[in-house]
């Protein structure tokens, strides 16, 4: 640099005692405080690039601690070359004449020293004068650095810093780094063009650069663990050097990913972030970490008082690491790894008060609209009677919108708790949701309490219990198409005009007569059921019903019309998440189908694989669509020329007969297509279309890091059986390892 740099750090209680001055030309300036990463492990050449061009009077670097504001700062004094007066406001005394003072002896490194008569301005103008009037610094550039500002408190000192920024000479810039709001006339300055902010997501590190960090301080990882990590922790630059610490000295491996509870990371934000804070915003925070997200009257309802909107303002005016929620300022989140660490804390309190924050929290959300949430909490604060209730109600719903996975958790959260406190009408639904995930053993459990309970009683969409009780044993179908036809007529006499379920009943209604041969008037139910669906937008069944005309069409052989049906099912179906759906395999399977009698062989076998990974949830729990898909599956397989695939699809088939034997023309049909199978006795290669239906439930959590004892513990089986299970995959896939059969079910589509 042509005029090299003149860095000071300056501390004292009185005035200004210069600690350290040197010259530096060519390297970077070493200052006091600055954050312990060098610039060039972290390039910031963007960021230097845009400062640099800023024609401004004023940059002000905001963010919270472990940024790397003074090192930036740093940087680009360097890279300006200007002369530059570095004072750290931690190190002076809180009142304009120190700070003041020490920018004068940062501009002036020959100042008499403490105890002579020295020069000791009240204000910034006073110092511009003194350096353009007596030190000569009128052609040269000047920066003046005020770096921790946050520690200049008092009311002088930010009003002063304020006139300064407002009145900052020609050719001088005043470089702020705080870890709170600078004390400008913000709005004000932006209009004028005379600001340039630097924040949080300006600091925070990209995954490159988060690579580029871990390997200059020699942590090798993959671009996808490095680009996890920055996920991890927000681009945070102090938490990836943390993070490369605790990597180089073994503490984070795979199966421990870092988190703001590890050592290092729990160390950092308890000294720089929460022990400087006053008790109550630290109780405060605590508390509420167990909120993904806080508002003030959430905040209120659950730590108690009406103060919360006021302390979260204050908190994220701070900087410490509180953000906004949203555009409107209402909603805040914590930084991940300070939550983790806030929570960390709260479970070193009682037990009980956990659970009372969570169940205040799950009343709130319940009370204004967000059922999701409030079944969390409900959860969480062990409030047994609420959680079930809540997710009774919104289980229809969600699935029905695309959350299968949410729906999936609930009920295996509710799966393990008696079902008895709710309602029939609750349980009812509950197992059929069971059914729809392909678990039968609960939905048998689920339907029996539900019968052996009082079926009186309206609910309050105007549905009687003993409508929805017939509602559930139609979709059964325990005894026959007869039955289902009764128990359909009654579900609809019972359900409430506007009952989303109404749909259904047409359907059960169309099946009863489809299974006893009559097309005509299963495709006047199946007609009913689509509009109702299609008015009610709910896509999976609306895709179902399609599937259902498609398969009348081909029984009269009107091939044109059966492709129209399938394709506005499978757009549908592409319309939503509704690809591991229950009600999409009959439209994948007769997708496969109608694709074979096309000649497209290629999207034939796409349509089946896609149909195949749905085999798990095909039981006997909702045995007519079930069997009706592993039919059109098997007939697939057939056209495909894969009788391996159609023997394991009719193994499945015989059990579900097994269980529900009266199933009318449908188990005819099954019977024809299992003798034909019976006879093909060419020898043909086993692949994965042969997989079995347990075989198919393991196949997505192999490509996972789960062991075989938690893989076991998911699918609630033994890991003697899912190593035998897993041996069986690996063998028809044609793999001799873990590693080899994820590959080839990545590239089957059976993940």
């Known amino acids: 640099m042509g005029s090299g740099v003149t860095v000071v750090s300056v501390e004292g209680e009185d005035g200004v005692t210069p600690s350290r001055s040197e010259s530096i030309s060519g390297a970077t300036p070493r200052l006091e405080n600055v954050a312990p990463l060098e610039p060039a492990l972290v390039p910031r050449t963007p960021l230097l690039d845009r400062m640099l061009a800023a024609d401004v009077p004023v940059i002000a670097v905001v963010a919270p601690p472990g940024y790397g504001k003074s090192t930036l700062l740093a940087a680009w004094a360097e890279r300006r070359g200007s002369r530059l007066a570095w004072v750290s406001c931690d190190q002076i005394d809180d009142d304009p004449p120190s700070l003041w003072s020490a920018v004068a002896a940062a501009l002036d490194p020959k100042q008499p020293s403490a105890g002579t008569r020295r020069f000791r301005p009240e204000n910034g103008d006073q110092v511009a004068d003194h350096a353009t009037k007596t030190l000569g610094l009128t052609d040269q550039h000047v920066a003046v650095v005020l770096d921790h500002l946050e520690a200049l408190s008092s009311r002088e000192s930010r009003r002063s810093v304020a006139a300064f920024a407002k009145a900052v000479p020609e050719g001088w810039t005043l470089a702020l780094a705080s870890r709170e709001e600078v004390p400008l006339p913000a709005a004000r300055m932006r209009v004028e063009r005379r600001l340039l902010e630097i924040g949080t997501e300006d600091l925070a590190l990209s995954s490159t650069q ?33 993070a490369a ?25 308890r000294s720089e972030v929460l022990e400087p804070l006053p008790r109550s915003q630290r109780r405060f925070l605590v508390r509420t970490s167990i909120l993904d997200r806080v508002s003030g009257p959430l905040a209120d309802a659950v730590v108690g008082g009406d103060g919360a909107t006021r302390m979260l303002e204050r908190l994220q005016r701070r900087n410490l690491l509180v953000r906004a929620g949203d555009r409107d300022g209402e909603w805040f989140r914590y930084h991940r790894l300070l939550r983790q660490e806030l929570q960390a804390e709260l479970r070193s309190e009682s037990h009980d008060l956990v659970t009372a924050l969570h169940e205040r929290a799950a009343v709130w959300f319940e009370e204004n609209g967000d059922l999701e949430a409030a079944i969390d909490h409900a959860y969480l604060g062990e409030d047994r009677e609420r959680f079930g209730r809540l997710v009774l109600e919104a289980m229809q719903p969600a699935w029905a919108s695309g959350q299968i996975e949410t729906v999936g958790q609930w009920m295996e959260q509710l799966g393990s708790r008696s079902p008895a406190p709710h309602t029939p009408a609750m349980i009812a639904h509950g197992a059929l949701i069971f059914g729809l995930l392909g678990r039968p053993g609960d939905t048998e459990r689920w339907t029996a309490v539900a019968e052996s309970l009082p079926g009186t009683g309206t609910l309050p969409d105007g549905s009687t219990v003993e409508g929805t009780l017939a509602y559930v044993r139609a979709n059964l179908c325990r005894n026959g198409p007869v039955t289902m036809r009764e128990d359909s007529a009654a579900a609809l006499a019972g359900l409430g005009p506007s009952s989303p379920y109404r749909a259904t009943m ?43 005309q498609f398969q009348i069409a081909v029984e009269r052989d009107e091939w044109t019309a059966a492709e129209s049906l399938i394709k506005r099912a499978l757009e549908v179906v592409s319309r939503g998440p509704f690809d591991d759906y229950w009600t999409s395999a009959l439209v994948f399977a007769s997708a496969a189908r109608d694709a074979a009698h096309r000649g497209d062989m290629a999207e034939a076998r796409e349509y089946a694989a896609r149909a195949a990974r749905l085999r798990p949830l095909l039981t006997y729990a909702l045995p007519v669509v079930s069997l009706q898909a592993l039919v059109e599956l098997a007939r697939a397989y ?5 009788p391996a695939g159609a023997r394991a699809v009719l193994e499945q088939v015989r059990g579900i007969l097994q269980q529900r034997p009266d199933l009318g023309t449908l188990a005819g049909a099954a019977r024809l297509l299992d003798e034909r199978v019976s006879q093909i006795t060419a020898a043909t290669p ?20 789960l062991t075989y004892p938690e893989i076991g513990e998911r699918l609630f089986i033994s890991r003697h059986t899912v ?8 063998r028809k896939l044609g793999a001799s390892s873990r590693k080899e059969a994820v590959d080839r079910i990545a590239e089957l589509g059976l993940i």
């Open 245 to 269: 610490l605790a990597i180089r000295g073994g503490e984070i491996t795979a199966d421990h990913p870092f988190a703001g509870t590890d050592r290092l990371m729990g160390d950092y934000l």
């Open 506 to 548: 047409y359907h059960t209604e169309g099946l009863s007569y489809l299974l006893e041969g009559d097309l005509d008037r299963a495709d006047a139910s199946f007609a009913h059921a689509y509009d109702l669906a299609a008015s009610l937008e709910t896509s999976p069944v609306a895709s179902l019903v399609l599937a259902e």
């Open 210 to 242: 988060t690579s580029h960090l871990l390997a200059a301080v020699g942590v090798d990882v993959s671009d996808a663990r490095a680009a996890e990590l920055s996920w991890d922790v927000e681009g945070w630059p102090a938490a990836v050097y943390l």
């Open 686 to 705: 086993v692949g994965a279309s042969s997989l079995t239906a347990a075989e198919l439930r393991l196949v997505p959590l192999l490509s996972t890091h």
């Open 723 to 730: 190593k035998t299970q897993a041996s069986s995959v690996y």
């Open 638 to 642: 057939l056209a495909l020329v894969d």
